[in-house]
């Protein structure tokens, strides 16, 4: 990606001064051969080798014709431009005797047309549009060493958006070269600050993805049965395969909340080929955000479920009575209550409950039906 210029370059002994004036803004440069970082180099940031250039000054005129480049270095195998520098990347700038680094240092020159017109920013950069992916480029006049930058899409990051971020289970349809069919299991994906983590996805294709942010085993009831999801309480989150004991950070949670459109409970999730056709509840979090709002039980139990089943019991679009309190109730149904819409033989008067929270819970219960039986939360992505 080329600045649209002309280089102008001065040689007074051992300082070189370049510039170079795309369109509306200059930039003025100087190479000096003392002020090299000799036996230091920068890891991870090369975005063009130029190997048939083996000296520094070269190296410095590609430089200074890349809008990308903030500074460069040298060694035996040819010259190489990198898109960050020692201070924006300080722990990976490292030592080898065959390099030698340069800083970038360049200022900026107002042509005649960019005093005429100071408001607009023209430096050419976006010319070649160097952003990928779908990113778009916006150049800057700021700053010598930032000349455009790269609005990415939400599953893309890096100065170009040239590296895939996914950051929920659906991104995983729009991954490069992905496989046809998606299967379900462990992936990794990213946070906001581009910290990732292990989560267990589940894919309905073509535009539904799922995302795993708890699962139990009926054994392990006592441990949860206080935690609502307003409560952080990690439990072998790296692990997101052990569905008999798992849960996300709040943290985490709240980052996969803020894509998701929908909630779904599932049981015996690993053992069963159709989760959905007994004992299953999923709901919109715009009616109910089960990550951020407590369900008391003086008032608006009853809330709007998409579809719900209890033991072959089931309705759609309808209310079910759902309580979540912090640090006392983990999220569950006691459809007893009030007087909404699903009221499943079994539970009309003795205090049973299904999702959770299970005191005791009925055994004909799928998610309470032994032991090992698991209740397992998830929030969606897609339609």
């Not at 431009?81 to 065959?98: G, I, V």
């Not at 053992?271 to 407590?294: A, C, Q």
């Not at 055994?363 to 039906?369: I, N, R």
Request: charged share 20%; glycine share 6%; hydrophobic share 30%.
């Amino acid at each position: 990606m080329f600045l649209v210029s002309f280089v102008l370059v001065f040689s007074l002994g051992c300082k070189v001064i370049a510039q170079t004036c795309p369109q509306g803004v200059c930039y003025g440069g100087a190479f000096e051969a003392t002020k090299r970082k000799q036996g230091r180099y920068l890891v991870g940031f090369s975005f063009k080798n130029l190997s048939t250039v083996r000296h520094a000054q070269g190296c410095f005129s590609a430089c200074m014709n890349e809008c990308l480049c903030r500074s460069y270095q040298v060694s035996s195998t040819g010259c190489e431009l990198l898109e960050e520098d020692k201070d924006t990347s300080p722990s990976h700038f490292h030592s080898n005797p065959d390099y030698s680094y340069f800083e970038m240092h360049q200022k900026i020159i107002p042509s005649a047309s960019s005093l005429a017109y100071p408001s607009v920013c023209r430096n050419g950069c976006c010319l070649a549009n160097p952003c990928l992916n779908g990113g778009t480029c916006t150049e800057k006049c700021e700053h010598p060493k930032t000349k455009f930058v790269c609005k990415c899409l939400p599953y893309w990051d890096g100065r170009l958006c040239q590296h895939f971020r996914p950051k929920s289970c659906h991104d995983f349809y729009k991954a490069p070269n992905g496989p046809a069919n998606l299967n379900r299991g462990v992936y990794e994906i990213y946070s906001k600050n581009n910290t990732h983590f292990k989560v267990y996805c589940d894919f309905m294709p073509p535009y539904r993805a799922w995302t795993l942010i708890e699962s139990f085993a009926f054994k392990h009831n006592p441990d949860f049965k206080t935690k609502s999801f307003l409560d952080n309480y990690p439990v072998n989150e790296t692990s997101p395969d052990k569905h008999e004991k798992y849960r996300l950070s709040r943290d985490k949670m709240q980052h996969l909340r803020s894509t998701a459109v929908s909630y779904r409970v599932t049981c015996q999730f690993l053992k069963r080929s159709n989760v959905t056709k007994l004992d299953y509840l999923e709901g919109k979090l715009s009616s109910f955000d089960i990550i951020e709002e407590e369900s008391l039980t003086n008032a608006g139990f009853c809330k709007t479920v998409d579809y719900v089943n209890i033991e072959g019991h089931d309705c759609r679009n309808c209310t079910l009575a759902l309580f979540q309190k912090i640090e006392q109730w983990h999220l569950h149904s006691e459809p007893r209550k009030g007087n909404c819409d699903m009221k499943p033989s079994g539970y009309e008067v003795q205090s049973n409950e299904a999702f959770g929270f299970y005191d005791p819970g009925r055994d004909t219960f799928l998610c309470a039906s032994a032991p090992d039986a698991t209740t397992e939360y998830w929030l969606g992505h897609g339609y």
